[in-house]
């Protein structure tokens, strides 16, 4: 039997998909369809990277194409063990079957956890990275540790910018990728940054953060939902609650109408909540990163049922829900001062994935374009709901039967991951 935080003996096909980049570009540029990559990455999406995969291949970016760094969101990184020996790496995130075995504890950090980033989320990332190969654009998809703090995080991508010797390079951090790259905008690598393109950065927060601690949050109980051993509460107190970096996402006071959440007693008694001495290392994050200049771009997603407040209530936090924001990040807490703003309808995951971001992406760190996105939010309705603590452990109760699910229902499972509660979209 294998111990906890060793890799596993058992192969999956989640393992064997965490290609190395050149072999899946390979395959999907290939004349016959990979089956198994139709099936991960859905009929359309593969078709349109099978599509990108021949154009990079045919038209590489030349020695003089401009390096741009692409930085994944919160989440958006494998993380797993590495096998060795000719074995394909054991992945854990974001791996169904290993979350069936109970395997999401593995995920736990610790000084010494033996799990390692193992490249970037492709279904999620690697249509933006081939879009920019394909405009001319010397891309670089990267991965990191996203249970690990911003500064150590903004330190090694700092380190790898001077490591590839490039004097004038672009970022993209898409979530809290932003984040990273602030991070390493204050080391004395951050001469060689000219733009830094930030998509739905939670720049002050994010209340997605307070949630997951809780025990609330859509993905911490869609993940229970696929988890035989444990629950949300569980997951949460015993896994998430260890995660430096998530602990860094939560909500500013100062930038949202809130109770002061890097305040231990601010939170409730009652169920999970933060690690107390996480929780005062990551306050006045903003602080320590690189603020806004005029460097910077933040495309701020908009329209989409968001947490954008929240009360403090005796039985548990109360969340005011609107369209505000793209989903995940509210307006509010997207905004950088000091930076330029572009709005955009589109919800947070879909970010790097919708064809006008990319174009725009494009635009601002290709040809220098200074605004490809509309200046102000479209019209937007007000609040949608108030939502409490116990309505959304009501969400996504029981278990999932992943191995008689068809392939179809498997993406949209993964697909809605970060899916607001039903009642704030006014169902229920």
């Given at each position: 039997?294998?111990?906890?935080?060793?890799?596993?003996?058992?192969?999956?096909?989640?393992?064997?998909?965490?290609?190395?980049?050149?072999?899946?570009?390979?395959?999907?540029?290939?004349?016959?369809?990979n089956?198994?990559?139709?099936?991960?990455?859905?009929?359309?999406?593969?078709?349109?990277?099978?599509?990108?995969?021949?154009?990079?291949?045919?038209r590489?970016?030349?020695?003089?194409?401009?390096?741009?760094?692409?930085?994944?969101g919160?989440?958006?990184?494998?993380?797993?063990?590495?096998?060795?020996?000719?074995?394909?790496?054991?992945?854990?995130?974001?791996?169904?079957?290993?979350?069936?075995?109970?395997?999401?504890?593995?995920?736990?950090?610790?000084?010494?956890?033996?799990?390692?980033?193992?490249?970037?989320?492709?279904?999620?990332?690697?249509?933006?990275?081939?879009?920019?190969?394909?405009?001319?654009?010397?891309?670089?998809?990267?991965?990191?540790?996203?249970?690990?703090?911003?500064?150590?995080?903004?330190?090694?991508?700092?380190?790898?910018?001077?490591?590839?010797?490039?004097?004038?390079?672009?970022?993209?951090?898409?979530?809290?990728g932003?984040?990273?790259?602030?991070?390493?905008?204050?080391?004395?690598?951050?001469?060689?940054?000219?733009?830094?393109?930030?998509?739905?950065?939670?720049?002050?927060g994010?209340?997605?953060?307070?949630?997951a601690?809780?025990?609330?949050?859509?993905?911490?109980?869609?993940?229970?939902?696929?988890d035989?051993?444990?629950d949300?509460?569980?997951?949460?107190?015993?896994?998430f609650?260890?995660?430096?970096?998530?602990?860094?996402?939560?909500p500013?006071?100062?930038?949202?109408?809130?109770?002061?959440?890097?305040?231990?007693?601010?939170?409730?008694?009652?169920?999970?909540?933060?690690?107390?001495?996480?929780?005062?290392?990551?306050?006045?994050?903003?602080?320590?990163?690189?603020?806004?200049?005029?460097?910077?771009?933040?495309?701020?997603?908009?329209?989409?049922?968001?947490?954008?407040?929240?009360?403090?209530?005796?039985?548990?936090?109360?969340?005011?829900?609107?369209?505000?924001?793209?989903?995940?990040?509210?307006?509010?807490?997207?905004?950088?001062?000091?930076?330029?703003?572009?709005?955009?309808?589109?919800?947070?995951?879909?970010l790097?994935?919708?064809?006008?971001?990319?174009?725009?992406?494009?635009?601002?760190?290709?040809?220098?374009?200074?605004?490809?996105?509309?200046?102000t939010?479209?019209?937007?309705?007000?609040?949608?709901a108030?939502?409490?603590?116990?309505?959304?452990?009501?969400?996504?109760?029981?278990?999932?039967?992943?191995?008689?699910?068809?392939?179809?229902?498997?993406?949209?499972?993964?697909?809605?991951?970060?899916e607001?509660?039903?009642?704030?979209?006014?169902?229920?």
């Open positions: 039997m294998t111990e906890p935080g060793s890799p596993s003996d058992h192969i999956t096909p989640y393992d064997r998909l965490a290609l190395d980049e050149r072999v899946m570009i390979s395959l999907l540029a290939a004349p016959t369809p089956e198994g990559l139709v099936e991960y990455f859905g009929p359309e999406l593969h078709a349109e990277l099978a599509r990108l995969a021949r154009l990079t291949i045919e590489p970016p030349g020695p003089q194409s401009r390096r741009v760094y692409v930085l994944p919160i989440m958006g990184s494998q993380l797993g063990f590495a096998r060795g020996g000719g074995k394909p790496n054991d992945i854990l995130w974001l791996d169904p079957i290993d979350f069936q075995l109970g395997r999401l504890t593995d995920l736990r950090f610790s000084a010494g956890s033996r799990v390692i980033a193992l490249g970037a989320m492709n279904y999620t990332y690697l249509k933006l990275t081939l879009s920019l190969r394909a405009a001319g654009l010397d891309a670089v998809l990267l991965d990191y540790d996203w249970r690990r703090d911003v500064a150590t995080l903004g330190k090694l991508l700092a380190e790898r910018i001077v490591a590839d010797g490039r004097d004038d390079v672009a970022l993209v951090g898409h979530s809290m932003g984040l990273v790259a602030r991070g390493a905008l204050v080391h004395a690598a951050g001469k060689r940054v000219s733009r830094v393109v930030l998509l739905g950065t939670p720049n002050s994010s209340l997605g953060a307070v949630q601690l809780r025990g609330t949050y859509s993905v911490v109980r869609k993940l229970a939902q696929l035989l051993r444990h949300a509460e569980f997951l949460a107190r015993e896994v609650s260890s995660f430096p970096g998530l602990h860094e996402l939560l500013a006071s100062a930038a949202l109408d809130a109770p002061n959440l890097f305040d231990a007693a601010a939170w409730p008694a009652d169920g999970p909540g933060p690690d107390h001495a996480l929780l005062h290392a990551a306050e006045n994050l903003g602080a320590r990163i690189a603020p806004g200049d005029a460097r910077f771009h933040v495309v701020v997603g908009c329209n989409h049922p968001t947490a954008s407040g929240v009360e403090r209530h005796a039985a548990g936090f109360e969340y005011e829900y609107s369209r505000l924001g793209d989903g995940t990040v509210p307006m509010a807490l997207a905004r950088l001062p000091g930076a330029s703003h572009g709005y955009i309808d589109c919800d947070h995951s879909d790097p994935l919708d064809d006008r971001v990319i174009a725009g992406t494009i635009a601002l760190v290709g040809s220098g374009a200074t605004q490809p996105f509309a200046a939010p479209p019209r937007i309705g007000t609040i949608v108030q939502v409490h603590d116990a309505e959304l452990r009501e969400q996504h109760q029981g278990k999932v039967d992943w191995p008689h699910m068809t392939p179809a229902e498997r993406r949209r499972f993964l697909d809605t991951l970060n607001p509660p039903q009642s704030a979209l006014g169902v229920g």
